[in-house]
């Protein structure tokens, strides 16, 4: 794995692409991440004048890793051609803003693909280019109550929780506009020619609950919240509290590993030999709890860890990095202080390019410019006109 390269030397299987990624906060950022380790040359335009929601340290800051920084005023007419000019020489723009707001600053998808017929364009938004709530603001809670998909998050009789900010944002945001993006790039290949990707958080948040569409309208899901197989609704998949206060997940769905997991335990026959029996889940289920409460988690751990019964200790994120496995699969790295995910996926023939803090090269509004094909004195007049700012 290649780290800390500038963002014109990477490695992996984009090696040679050029992103343009608007800064904005959430999935674009995540998404033009994934993408500068997969080997593309990302550059990420700032406006002067903002500031952002997080102020974290540079070593911290994800949302900059990896990718060439040009600070840019947008509301001069000179900053919006220099975007242009630009995108001519770029393969993707991705932007986060809500609908309406790149078109007001001259940068909208028919001006931009204008330029460059060959460009794609992937718009990231809440509630999509359009619809009665397009305009509106909104947080990845917002969309999954929307979706439907908070709606089915909980425990029966109880309030929905929110997962995070992992399905609408990350799974169902930046997710869908990596598929889009990376989709029109091979459309390109064969046509030559650009895409506009509508991306939208509710779209995606409900893309990824389709599934469970398709089960609930064969019969075989309920509408109600924690009455189901997958969501607590089955005692043999949950959540149990262990005697030092911590917890196991148990997830043995086939009856092969139901039957691993009751001859462990143990549990009784009439549990082990009634695993989908509806009547039995409410026993079966306080039989568990009791019994899981008698041993810590790093016990039970230890008694299922060589076995199939799909139970696993819930880890934090921190003693997440630690276990044996992610430790053999090497899936977290260090950059400098900071231990975080290794890139992900993996490929077979080429190694990405770790995201590390922006090195001098991809600071520098005159080597950024370079690459881009900007003669030296042309770069020098741009610099001195104030339009640039140093990062």
């Known amino acids: 794995m290649n780290a800390g390269l500038s963002a014109a030397a990477k490695t992996g299987p984009l090696t040679g692409l050029k992103v343009i990624e608007m800064a904005g906060l959430g999935p674009v950022p995540l998404a033009g991440l994934m993408l500068s380790e997969m080997g593309a040359q990302v550059l990420r335009i700032e406006r002067t004048g903002t500031s952002e929601l997080l102020s974290l340290p540079d070593e911290y800051n994800i949302d900059r890793h990896g990718r ?44 931009v693909l204008a330029r460059n017929p060959a460009l794609i364009y992937g718009r990231m938004t809440g509630f999509g280019q359009d619809g009665p ?15 439907g998909v908070l709606h089915a998050i909980g425990h029966v009789g109880s309030r929905p929780v929110p997962p995070l900010n992992l399905v609408a944002d990350y799974g169902g945001g930046a997710m869908m506009l990596i598929a889009g993006v990376l989709a029109a790039l091979f459309q390109r290949s064969r046509t030559g020619k650009g895409e506009v990707i509508d991306a939208a958080m509710v779209d995606g948040a409900s893309m990824l609950a389709l599934p469970l569409q398709a089960l609930m309208a064969a019969g075989l899901w309920s509408d109600t919240r924690g009455a189901n197989l997958l969501d607590s609704g089955a005692p043999f998949y949950d959540t149990y509290e262990t005697s030092d206060g911590g917890h196991i997940a148990i997830g043995c769905l086939e009856p092969q590993f139901f039957a691993e997991f009751a001859r462990l335990l143990p549990l009784d026959e009439r549990f082990a030999s009634g695993q989908y029996d509806k009547a039995l889940w409410p026993p079966m289920r306080a039989a568990i709890a009791d019994r899981i409460r008698q041993k810590p988690r790093d016990d039970w751990d230890l008694l299922f860890a060589q076995t199939d019964a799909c139970v696993a200790p819930v880890l934090s994120l921190q003693e997440a990095k ?57 770069i020098d007049g741009l610099v001195k006109s104030g339009l640039l700012t140093d990062n």
């Open 322 to 378: 630690h276990h044996p496995h992610n430790r053999g699969r090497n899936a977290s790295v260090a950059t400098g202080a900071f231990e975080r995910p290794a890139p992900a996926p993996r490929f077979s023939s080429s190694q990405p390019t770790l995201a590390t803090m922006p090195g001098n090269e991809d600071l520098s509004p005159s080597a950024i410019l370079a690459r881009f094909g900007f003669a030296k004195a042309e």
């Open 133 to 147: 709530l397009a305009g509106r603001a909104g947080h990845d809670i917002t969309y999954l109550a929307y979706s």
């Open 68 to 111: 060439a920084l040009l600070r840019l005023d947008l509301k001069r007419r000179e900053g919006t051609d220099l975007l242009l000019r630009l995108a001519e020489k770029a393969d993707m723009l991705l932007e986060g803003f809500r609908p309406g707001v790149m078109e007001r600053l001259g940068l909208g998808p028919e001006t």
